[in-house]
C-alpha cells in the first residue's frame, strides 16, 4: 500500500508539472470511458455470436451502428443461419436489409430450403425477395405442392367449355398440382399463365375427341395430353399433376350450327326465288307492253284496209264482185270465229267503204 500511495503521488506530481500530460490522461481517460462504454453496450451481441460462431465483431457492430443498420435482427439471423447450417457472410445480410429486403423472411426460407434438401443460396433467394415475390411461401409451395383450380372461381368461370368433333359440347373443370421452381421464379411465368395454358390444353384435347363418350369414359387422356405438352416451361412452377375434378355434358353445338346453316341457306334461296319471280314479272311486263304496241300496229294497218279498197276502185283495180267476194270471205272469217267461241271480230261492224 505504502509502494501503491508513493507511485500515485508520484504521477500527480509529475502530471501537475507538465499540463500536456494532463491533457494527454485527460483525453485518454474519456477515449477509455467511451470504448468501456461501446464495449458494454455490445457487449451481449458479441457474447452472442462468440458463443454460435456467428463471427461479428465489437468493430462490425460499430460500423453497423453507423450504417443505421438493425444489428440486433442482424445478429440474431446471422446466428439462426449459422446454427442451421447455412453458409451467409454478415456483409451478405447488411447489403440486403439496406436494399430495402426483408431479412428475416429470406433467411428464415433460406434455412427451410436448406433444411428441406433445397438447393437455395442466399444470392438467389434475395433475389427473389428483392423483386417482389413471397420467398417464404415460394419455399412452401417448393416442398408442400398447392393445387390449382383451371379455370380460376375467382375470375367468374366455372367451367371450360370445349366441343368434340361429333359436334357436342362439354364442360370441364380441373385442378393442377404445382411445385414451384426456385431458380426460375425470378422472370417465370405467375399462376395465370399456368391456368391458360392448361385450359388451352384441355380445351385442344377434348375439340381432337371423335366422341363425347370417349372423353366421358376416360377422362385421363385429357391429362396426358396436357402434361405431355410441357405447359409449364417458362414458368415459375412445374405442374405435378392435371386431374379433372368434373366433366359436364353441354348442348349439341354441331346440330344448332346445322340448324342454323340450313335456316341461313333457306334465307338464301328464298331471296333467289324472289328474285327470279320479280324478274319473271318484268318479263311479263314487258311482254303485254309489246303485245299492246304490236297490237296498235295492226289497228293502224287496218285503218289503211279502207283507203286501198277505195284507191283501186277508183284506178279499176277492183271490181264490184270482187268487193262482195271479200265481204263474203269476212263474214265467213266471223262466223268460223264464233263458231270457235272466238271473241267476235268488231271489224263487221265496219263498213268497208267508210
Known amino acids: 500500500m505504502t509502494l501503491l500511495a508513493t507511485w500515485n503521488d508520484w504521477i500527480s506530481a509529475d502530471l501537475m508539472k507538465d499540463p ?15 470504448g468501456l462504454l461501446i464495449f458494454l453496450s455490445f457487449f451481449r451481441l458479441w457474447l452472442q455470436s462468440k458463443l454460435t460462431n456467428a463471427k461479428i465483431g465489437i468493430f462490425d457492430l460499430l460500423g453497423m451502428k453507423f450504417r443505421q443498420v438493425d444489428y440486433n435482427m442482424i445478429v440474431r439471423q446471422k446466428i439462426a443461419l449459422v446454427q442451421a447450417g447455412c453458409q451467409v457472410t454478415t456483409a451478405d445480410l447488411e447489403s440486403h436489409y439496406l436494399a430495402r429486403g426483408n431479412v428475416p ?5 433460406v434455412i427451410a ?4 434438401g433445397i438447393d437455395l443460396s442466399w444470392k438467389i433467394a434475395s433475389a427473389i425477395d428483392l423483386a417482389g415475390r413471397d ?54 411465368a405467375t399462376e395465370e399463365t399456368i391456368i391458360a395454358r392448361v385450359g388451352e390444353g384441355i380445351v385442344k384435347a377434348i375439340g381432337s375427341a371423335h366422341d363425347h363418350k370417349e372423353v366421358l369414359a376416360n377422362p385421363s387422356t385429357i391429362t396426358k395430353t396436357v402434361l405431355h405438352s410441357s405447359l409449364d416451361s417458362q414458368t415459375a412452377f412445374e405442374i405435378v399433376s392435371v386431374d379433372m375434378a368434373d366433366i359436364e355434358v353441354g348442348e349439341n353445338i354441331g346440330a344448332n350450327l346445322q340448324a342454323k346453316q340450313a335456316d341461313a341457306d ?12 320479280a324478274a319473271a314479272v318484268a318479263l311479263e ?13 295492226v289497228v293502224l294497218a287496218e ?11 277508183r284506178n279499176g283495180r277492183l271490181g264490184v264482185m270482187d268487193y262482195y267476194n271479200l265481204k263474203n270471205v269476212q263474214s265467213d272469217t266471223d262466223m268460223r270465229s264464233s263458231i270457235a267461241g272466238g271473241a267476235k271480230s268488231d271489224r263487221g261492224d265496219r263498213s268497208v267503204m267508210g
Open 105 to 109: 423472411k429470406t433467411a428464415t426460407a
Open 285 to 297: 311486263q314487258e311482254m303485254q307492253a309489246l303485245v299492246q304496241e304490236n297490237r296498235a300496229k
Open 303 to 313: 285503218a289503211e284496209v279502207p283507203n286501198a279498197i277505195a284507191d283501186a276502185f
Open 135 to 188: 420467398v417464404l411461401d415460394a419455399v412452401k409451395t417448393s416442398v408442400n405442392p398447392k393445387v390449382i383450380d383451371c379455370p380460376d372461381p375467382t375470375k367468374g368461370r366455372q367451367f371450360l367449355d370445349a366441343v368434340c368433333r361429333n359436334g357436342i359440347q362439354l364442360r370441364a373443370k380441373a385442378r393442377v398440382t404445382v411445385r414451384t421452381k426456385l431458380d426460375r421464379l425470378v422472370g417465370g
Open 266 to 277: 333457306l334465307q338464301v334461296a328464298r331471296a333467289e326465288a324472289e328474285k327470279r319471280r
Open 20 to 34: 500536456k500530460m494532463l491533457a494527454v490522461a485527460a483525453v485518454v481517460v474519456v477515449v477509455g470511458l467511451i
Open 113 to 116: 430450403a436448406h433444411k428441406a
